[in-house]
């Protein structure tokens, strides 16, 4: 089991920058890989960014540029940062982490951007 626990979300106005962290606890052993996550109102939930155990990322195009993920492997975190924010990123971030079996997921966090 793996618990997700997303921060760092909030107000923020168009052309600024957010640091989300998901701390992770639990059997991590088996895990291969994190990403980040977004859902805005009224639309599906998106894809993002991920990062695997050896380290190599992807990006959403929507994303690419902009958005960065990163990983603490000492501290079980994993940032995104996200700069050039647009009021389109308004939404829930969440992270979520993966193993051969289960996809296991945080609370969100909530980030409003403002024109």
């Known amino acids: 089991q793996v618990l997700l626990v997303e921060s760092g979300g909030g107000p923020v106005q168009a052309g600024g920058s957010l640091r989300l962290s998901c701390v992770a606890s639990g059997t991590m052993l088996s895990i291969h890989s994190m990403a980040w996550y977004r859902q805005a109102p009224g639309k599906q939930r998106e894809l993002l960014a991920g990062?695997?155990?050896?380290?190599?990322?992807g990006y959403a195009d929507s994303v690419k540029g902009r958005f960065t993920i990163s990983r603490d492997n000492a501290r079980n975190t994993v940032y995104l940062q996200m700069s050039s924010l647009k009021p389109e990123d308004t939404a829930v971030y969440y992270c979520s982490a993966h193993d051969r079996r289960d996809d296991y997921w945080g609370q969100g966090t909530q980030v409003t951007v403002s024109s």
């Open positions: 990062i695997y155990s050896d380290g190599t990322t």
